[in-house]
């Protein structure tokens, strides 16, 4: 699904429907979810670092890392990208050279978080934080670096694991008055400290929910999110939760068989996975500046009168 080029990605956020932004970390996985009919996809941090290292989320990728997967996945898809740039690697000069870098590289929203070096996974335990004052300079040098107000800048503060609820609704508020777009309040523990986020913030700014399966946010369908005033949604880690059980029954599969025939039902064969990623469309593209299409248009060029 295309998203709308009559309607900004803020103007969707604060439409009534929630929007669901699946967690992708590579070009393939956008190209299915949007032919899914998804309308905005979100870059996971934890989900680089889990398919390109190997490895957890604690802070190992860098800028061009999450670049140039975002510049692949953007050749794919038109749907809106939301982008995980953790702390904005560095400080705020930092920060304005990493939205720079994301915005030309096609994202429509940036997500920064005020967690300090080494940072981690936001449902990871033993968070450190930058000080509230040094993440309000963040935000507002992320606003003052990109080229278009609607690429958006989303606030996040892992505060609760940290510092409390409390704190982390002073942090919140701080990060709105310095301009975040969206805000992202992350690790909430109960419905009631989700309902309580809401009811300080969502009249004045769209509010995201993160959901993890096994993380510290209680789990619940969009449609229940929708009801208690989320606008957005994200599910950062689960395709990559997904494939890494798929994979490990693959490949326990193959190992006990010596053939991939007994996973044949849940695999797609050759021509099914080049009909999902429009090969024949793009040969037969192609084919029309072979060298003997050219050669046959231009003689056909050359007898007319």
Partial sequence: MQASSTVTLLERLKQTKILIAPGVYDALGAGIAEQAGFEALYLSGASLAYSRLGGPDIGLLGLSEVSDSLRHIRERTRAWLLVDADTGFGNAINVMR?????????????????????????????????SCQEMVGKIRAACDAR????????????????????QAMVRAER??????????????????????????????????????????????????????????????????????????????????????????????????LNALLDTPAILARGQRYSPESVTSTHSTSKESP
């Fill in 175 to 272: 990060y709105v008055e310095a301009g975040a777009d969206v805000l992202f309040v992350e690790g909430l523990r109960s419905t009631e400290q989700m309902q309580q986020v809401l009811s300080r913030f969502a009249h004045r700014v769209p509010v995201l929910v993160n959901m993890v399966e096994g993380g510290d946010t209680p789990l619940q369908s969009a449609a229940v999110l929708q009801s208690m005033g989320f606008s957005l949604v994200i599910f950062p880690g689960a395709l990559a939760r997904a494939f890494g059980h798929m994979a490990q029954t693959f490949f326990a599969s193959l190992k006990h068989h010596g053939s991939t025939d007994p996973f044949r039902p849940h695999m797609l064969d050759f021509t099914e």
């Fill in 98 to 130: 990493t939205v720079r870098v994301l915005e030309a590289a096609g994202a429509n929203a940036i997500q920064l978080e005020d967690q300090d070096f080494p940072k981690r996974c936001g449902h990871l335990k033993g968070k450190s934080l930058v």
């Fill in 147 to 166: 080229h278009s107000q609607a690429t958006l800048i989303i606030g996040r503060t892992d505060a609760v694991a940290v510092e409390g609820l409390e």
